[in-house]
T-cell receptor, first 113, second 113 residues
């Protein structure tokens, strides 16, 4: 176990709705990165949060947004859900500035109907 | 050209054999390289990381890095049925101040008794 937790485990939403996913980082880690993994593919980087600021972003539209809190936990928000947003959403915890290793939580399986 | 490419497999080896997984990357400035194992329905688990040219051994796993050839591999000795999983190669590209993991599509490994 990595000590990274995510909630909820599974979620079913309707196209056009909004969703919030949550992540608690491993103790001692200061950085959270979010990834989207479609079935049969490798994870795709969405963005990274460090010191409560977005620290880098992948090729995802602005309707994907996030937050990081003072305790280093994080939220991923997706507005105007589309069918293609159905995927496993993973958060990864790391200690930026010390090492590059990232440890994943169990993920949230989002289904958009 | 994809940033990170892996043989999609599936790769099937008998129990006790050596499994060899390969990965190439396009960004010559990449500095950090990772292997993750992902069981079906689970999140990726970090099993090896390597930053310098050469070999790095950890138990039955050996990671090999050749930056001149832009090639990283994972050897699994004495393969066990419990090693059956998807293996993901990931790279942090050069020129970024944040840890954006770029993944290959994964190689499915099956170890048969």
């Amino acid at each position: 176990e990595t000590g990274v937790t995510q909630s909820p485990t599974h979620l079913i939403k309707t196209r056009g709705q909004q969703v919030t996913l949550r992540c608690s980082s491993q103790s001692g880690h200061n950085t959270v990165s979010w990834y989207q993994q479609a079935l049969g593919q490798g994870p795709q980087f969405i963005f990274q949060y460090y010191r409560e600021e977005e620290n880098g972003r992948g090729n995802f539209p602005p309707r994907f947004s996030g937050l990081q809190f003072p305790n280093y936990s994080s939220e991923l928000n997706v507005n105007a859900l589309e069918l293609d947003d159905s995927a496993l959403y993973l958060c990864a915890s790391s200690l930026l500035g010390t090492s590059d290793e990232q440890y994943f939580g169990p993920g949230t399986r989002l289904t958009v109907t | 050209q994809k940033e990170v490419e892996q043989n999609s497999g599936p790769l099937s080896v008998p129990e006790g054999a050596i499994a060899s997984l390969n990965c190439t990357y396009s960004d010559r400035g990449s500095q950090s390289f990772f292997w993750y194992r992902q069981y079906s329905g689970k999140s990726p688990e970090l099993i090896m990381f390597i930053y310098s040219n050469g070999d790095k051994e950890d138990g039955r796993f050996t990671a090999q890095l050749n930056k001149a050839s832009q090639y990283v591999s994972l050897l699994i000795r004495d393969s066990q049925p419990s090693d059956s999983a998807t293996y993901l190669c990931a790279v942090i590209p050069g020129g970024t101040s944040y840890g954006k993991l770029t993944f290959g599509q994964g190689t499915i490994l099956t170890v048969h008794p």
